[in-house]
T-cell receptor, first 114, second 112 residues
Framework: ETGVTQTPRHLVMGMTNKKSLKCEQH?????MYWYKQSAKKPLELMFV???????ENNSVPSRFSPECPNSSHLFLHLHTLQPEDSALYLC?????????????FGSGTRLTVV | SQKIEQNSEALNIQEGKTATLTCNYT??????LQWYRQDPGRGPVFLLL?????KEKRKERLKVTFDTTLKQSLFHITASQPADSATYLC???????????FGTGTRLQVFP
């Protein structure tokens, strides 16, 4: 375990379903991130939270809705997804927003939309 | 537009040799460059960070160079082992000190 835990590891959902991805870290980090990783594409930054406040939303469709109730937990709520949203969704944390430290990633949630 | 390029073709080398992976970037002036390792179905794992004013960084069998004139970083694994087989990602701060973005990665395969 890296210190960042993501659940579930795998998720299959229909296009009309609503589901949530969960991320938890107890590293004392102040920044948390959601990335999307599709085959043969670089990691795409989706959302950035610093001290529970959203500081970045990279033009992500509204069918993805993040929530950060405290500095240790991050959620990604999913509804009415499309098949092209199938990907590996990665949560990461870092000491703060400055990238002078490495990010700690979770193992990801493999999402399949059918 | 900003771009990070890593060789998309897999790098195959024999055990014991030195593996060298390349990361090129355009339209950036990053303050930091990071390298990560990713195994199939897992998240990336942070390996090394190098700052713009550092030419070289070492950690055990790993060495990273950072040439801001050439806009290139080289990542070396000496005395490579089959366990080093993985995809290696480079990452840069898109806005100086902020917003880490990644290349597509290069897959390394080390054969016994």
């Amino acid at each position: 375990e890296t210190g960042v835990t993501q659940t579930p590891r795998h998720l299959v959902m229909g296009m009309t379903n609503k589901k949530s991805l969960k991320c938890e870290q107890h590293l004392g980090h102040n920044a948390m991130y959601w990335y999307k990783q599709s085959a043969k594409k670089p990691l795409e930054l989706m959302f950035v939270y610093s001290l529970e406040e959203r500081v970045e939303n990279n033009s992500v469709p509204s069918r993805f809705s993040p929530e950060c109730p405290n500095s240790s937990h991050l959620f990604l709520h999913l509804h009415t997804l499309q098949p092209e949203d199938s990907a590996l969704y990665l949560c990461a944390s870092s000491q703060d927003l400055l990238v002078n430290y490495g990010y700690t990633f979770g193992s990801g949630t493999r999402l399949t939309v059918v | 537009s900003q771009k990070i390029e890593q060789n998309s073709e897999a790098l195959n080398i024999q055990e014991g040799k030195t593996a060298t992976l390349t990361c090129n970037y355009t339209n950036y002036s990053p303050a930091y460059l990071q390298w990560y390792r990713q195994d199939p179905g897992r998240g990336p794992v942070f390996l090394l960070l190098i700052r713009e004013n550092e030419k070289e960084k070492r950690k055990e069998r790993l060495k990273v160079t950072f040439d801001t004139t050439l806009k290139q970083s080289l990542f070396h694994i000496t005395a490579s082992q089959p366990a080093d087989s993985a995809t290696y990602l480079c990452a840069l701060d898109m806005i100086r000190g902020d917003k880490l973005i990644f290349g597509t990665g290069t897959r390394l395969q080390v054969f016994p």
